[in-house]
């Protein structure tokens, strides 16, 4: 017969501890390495310059119909709405062109609180500089986290610039 003072090993509630340990561990340690958020960031932007795409050949179609393709300057109806376009795409202006293509809780930097919106827009000079999409929690293109869209300039310029920037996400 084997003594009691013979036998090693670990009890039951010691092995139920170091489970619930090492659970506790991994669950705090998971997302420090994993990095979820990041991944999920970029994807949410990746989807937002698909949209992007997406509404601006869809408005680029409508201005081959309507003859507006080369021209500098015009309006087409995209659901019982005029949108402003640049040689058949749209302009880049959020107020009047975007907010009427895009669908999302937009503010606009500086103006409105980030945290309260899905999305924020920016739109430094319309003349010159692009629309920057910028998700929740992001106010500065500098941050490297934002789709930038951008009309073409000429005729002779084929198409739109749309730009995904997502090494600070």
Request: aromatic share 10%.
């Amino acid at each position: 017969m084997i003594k009691s003072s013979d036998v090693r090993g670990f009890t039951l509630i010691e092995l139920v501890i170091v489970i619930v340990i090492l659970g506790i561990v991994a669950v705090t340690a998971a997302p420090r390495f994993l990095d979820l958020q990041h991944d999920a960031r970029k994807a949410t932007l990746a989807g937002m310059k698909a949209a992007m795409a997406s509404a601006s050949e869809q408005v680029y179609a409508k201005s081959i119909i309507t003859g507006l393709d080369r021209s500098p300057s015009g309006a087409v109806a995209m659901n019982g709405r005029s949108i402003e376009v640049i040689y058949g795409y749209p302009k880049n202006q959020y107020k009047d062109v975007w907010s009427e293509l895009l669908v999302g809780e937009f503010g606009e930097v500086p103006y409105q609180d980030a945290s309260k919106y899905e999305w924020m827009w920016h739109n430094p000079s319309p003349t010159k500089d692009g629309l920057y999409i910028m998700p929740r929690n992001f106010t500065n293109k500098k941050q490297n986290c934002y789709v930038m869209y951008r009309p073409p300039t000429s005729n002779t310029t084929t198409n739109y610039t749309l730009e995904m920037v997502d090494t600070g996400c």
